[in-house]
């Protein structure tokens, strides 16, 4: 099937600069192509792999793109190259009643390649030139986009109930010689991209998507936290980008929660170990005030399950369901000023609920203002109390800031940061609120010696001490 790209209406161009002049073309009006989910269904008989079985079916597929899904390798940039030496697009490839989610990465340069195809072809002066401007950019992705929707995948042994990595190579060494050729439909949307020219060479190998987003398995336990499907998730606000306000479908109107989704953009399989981490330690701290309280748990079935009538699939964890505080966070608070009494009340608080993450031996790590929220009655609330989910420079004690990995240091160590971070913490809250009356806090916890601050216990007792004295009364601030 492959010969038959040499001729014929829409058979490989004549050289390069051909291409060169259609790319040109194409450039100015590939602005005009949106990128929304585009389907193609592949209708030609498809020779079948020997000693492969594949469903009749297969001979008729849609090829759905999922959108934003296309990367790109940017380290050519800083290598002055003309092009990413990776390329990548998400696609799900389905039947009437099955589907295969894939990754096609096409690995190389380009450009490179049909430099060595067709070496006097290429306009004078172009070689060596970073080719990132915005219509490059999208010229790379239509053209995967239109490489893709050629793909026989009728031919192809797609992975079920995951993700399917698809990685093609231009057959340049004897390496890339062994791989299985590529097949692909006549189409005349290949035609009209840079890869016609080397489509004869093209070469695939399949694996797992070691990038994919990994949804761990839902094991019920005696939680009492209640079970929530993704289905049931309505957002109303991104927040930011994994974490959205949203409402139930089946909630009381106006009730509104936080949902902390596993999928993100820029998704690293740490992820997934930060949410589990988050679960447990919210569970284990389901009862303790001033501690965001986990609302619900969000399942699904496996997204990546082959076959969709199946009712009886996986089912895995999306996500979590946390209480919405609508008074803001305390970074914004500062911004406004604190009132004295308010400081030392959500010091108080603060201290207690960090005070019990170490009694559980638990730490925080990312102890700063935008990581405590306001409830409706005034109260502090601590969130993100996964302890791995990352640090921030500044909020880390000086004794550990060069360290790779502060997670895996001692829990005493861990604690001693979690010390010195609400040191700094009430430094912030009494600039804010123009008092004096914490210093004694702020220069015992935040001592350089991390052997001599003072815990949490006593903080609080102080903390106590400093409320009676004053004979703070009134109301909290509301925000």
């Given at each position: 099937?492959?010969?038959?790209?040499g001729?014929?209406?829409?058979?490989?161009?004549?050289?390069?600069?051909?291409?060169?002049?259609?790319?040109?073309?194409?450039?100015?009006?590939?602005?005009?192509?949106?990128?929304?989910?585009v389907?193609?269904?592949?209708e030609?008989?498809?020779?079948?792999?020997?000693?492969?079985?594949?469903?009749a079916?297969?001979?008729?597929?849609?090829?759905?793109?999922?959108?934003?899904?296309?990367?790109?390798?940017?380290?050519?940039?800083?290598?002055?190259?003309?092009?990413?030496?990776?390329?990548?697009?998400?696609?799900?490839?389905?039947?009437?009643?099955?589907?295969?989610?894939?990754?096609?990465?096409?690995?190389?340069?380009?450009?490179?390649?049909?430099?060595?195809?067709r070496?006097?072809?290429?306009?004078?002066?172009?070689?060596?030139k970073?080719?990132?401007?915005?219509?490059?950019?999208l010229?790379?992705?239509?053209?995967?986009?239109?490489?893709?929707?050629?793909?026989?995948?009728?031919?192809?042994?797609?992975?079920?109930?995951?993700?399917?990595?698809?990685?093609?190579?231009?057959a340049?060494?004897?390496?890339?010689?062994?791989?299985?050729?590529?097949?692909?439909?006549?189409?005349?949307?290949l035609a009209?991209?840079?890869?016609?020219?080397v489509?004869?060479?093209?070469?695939?190998?399949?694996?797992?998507?070691?990038?994919?987003?990994?949804?761990?398995?839902?094991?019920r336990?005696?939680?009492?936290?209640?079970?929530i499907?993704?289905?049931?998730?309505?957002?109303?606000?991104?927040?930011?980008?994994?974490?959205?306000?949203?409402?139930?479908?089946?909630?009381?109107?106006?009730?509104?929660?936080?949902?902390?989704?596993?999928?993100?953009?820029?998704?690293?399989?740490?992820?997934?170990?930060?949410?589990?981490?988050?679960?447990?330690?919210?569970?284990?701290?389901?009862?303790?005030?001033?501690?965001?309280?986990?609302?619900?748990?969000?399942?699904?079935?496996?997204?990546?399950?082959?076959?969709?009538?199946?009712?009886?699939?996986?089912?895995v964890?999306?996500?979590?369901?946390?209480?919405?505080?609508?008074?803001?966070?305390?970074?914004?608070?500062?911004?406004?000023?604190?009132?004295?009494?308010?400081?030392?009340?959500?010091?108080?608080?603060?201290?207690?609920?960090?005070?019990?993450?170490?009694?559980?031996?638990?730490?925080?790590?990312?102890?700063?203002?935008?990581?405590?929220?306001?409830?409706?009655?005034?109260?502090?609330?601590?969130?993100?109390?996964?302890?791995?989910?990352g640090?921030?420079?500044?909020?880390?004690?000086?004794?550990?800031?060069?360290?790779?990995?502060?997670?895996?240091?001692?829990?005493?160590?861990?604690?001693?940061?979690?010390?010195?971070?609400?040191?700094?913490?009430?430094?912030?809250?009494?600039?804010?609120?123009?008092?004096?009356?914490?210093?004694?806090?702020?220069?015992?916890?935040?001592?350089?010696?991390?052997?001599?601050?003072?815990?949490?216990?006593?903080?609080t007792?102080?903390?106590?001490?400093?409320?009676?004295?004053?004979?703070?009364?009134?109301?909290?601030?509301?925000?």
């Amino acid at each position: 099937m492959l010969e038959e790209f040499g001729g014929g209406k829409f058979g490989l161009f004549s050289g390069v600069a051909c291409l060169v002049q259609l790319v040109a073309r194409r450039s100015s009006s590939a602005t005009k192509r949106e990128d929304r989910l585009v389907e193609r269904r592949i209708e030609e008989p498809s020779l079948m792999k020997p000693n492969t079985e594949v469903p009749a079916d297969m001979t008729r597929l849609r090829v759905q793109f999922i959108p934003s899904s296309y990367t790109e390798d940017q380290g050519f940039l800083s290598l002055g190259h003309r092009e990413p030496s990776s390329r990548s697009h998400r696609a799900v490839v389905s039947s009437h009643d099955r589907q295969w989610h894939v990754k096609v990465t096409f690995k190389g340069e380009l450009l490179s390649q049909l430099t060595l195809t067709r070496p006097f072809s290429l306009p004078q002066g172009s070689a060596g030139k970073p080719t990132n401007s915005k219509g490059e950019g999208l010229r790379r992705r239509l053209d995967l986009k239109s490489l893709i929707s050629c793909i026989d995948f009728g031919r192809l042994t797609l992975l079920q109930d995951t993700v399917t990595e698809i990685e093609l190579t231009i057959a340049a060494n004897k390496d890339s010689q062994r791989l299985e050729v590529l097949p692909l439909s006549m189409r005349p949307e290949l035609a009209a991209t840079s890869y016609n020219e080397v489509a004869h060479l093209l070469r695939y190998s399949i694996r797992e998507d070691s990038s994919r987003v990994i949804y761990p398995l839902y094991v019920r336990d005696s939680s009492p936290v209640r079970e929530i499907w993704a289905d049931d998730i309505q957002k109303k606000e991104d927040i930011s980008g994994a974490v959205y306000r949203v409402q139930l479908s089946n909630a009381a109107a106006g009730q509104e929660y936080i949902f902390k989704a596993i999928d993100r953009p820029f998704y690293h399989p740490t992820d997934t170990a930060v949410i589990q981490q988050e679960l447990r330690n919210l569970k284990d701290l389901f009862r303790v005030p001033n501690i965001v309280r986990l609302a619900g748990i969000v399942i699904s079935t496996n997204p990546y399950q082959t076959q969709k009538s199946c009712k009886d699939g996986l089912v895995v964890l999306r996500g979590l369901l946390l209480e919405y505080h609508p008074g803001g966070t305390l970074e914004e608070a500062l911004k406004i000023g604190i009132p004295p009494q308010t400081c030392i009340i959500w010091a108080t608080q603060v201290a207690a609920a960090l005070h019990q993450l170490h009694r559980r031996g638990i730490t925080h790590m990312d102890l700063k203002p935008s990581n405590i929220v306001v409830d409706s009655q005034g109260n502090a609330m601590l969130i993100d109390v996964s302890g791995i989910g990352g640090t921030t420079y500044e909020w880390k004690s000086p004794e550990i800031r060069q360290e790779i990995n502060p997670f895996s240091l001692p829990f005493r160590n861990r604690k001693w940061n979690d010390i010195w971070a609400f040191g700094q913490l009430v430094a912030k809250m009494a600039t804010s609120s123009g008092t004096d009356s914490m210093n004694e806090i702020v220069r015992a916890t935040t001592k350089d010696d991390p052997t001599s601050r003072i815990d949490l216990s006593t903080v609080t007792t102080m903390l106590k001490k400093y409320s009676q004295e004053q004979q703070l009364g009134g109301s909290i601030l509301h925000y």
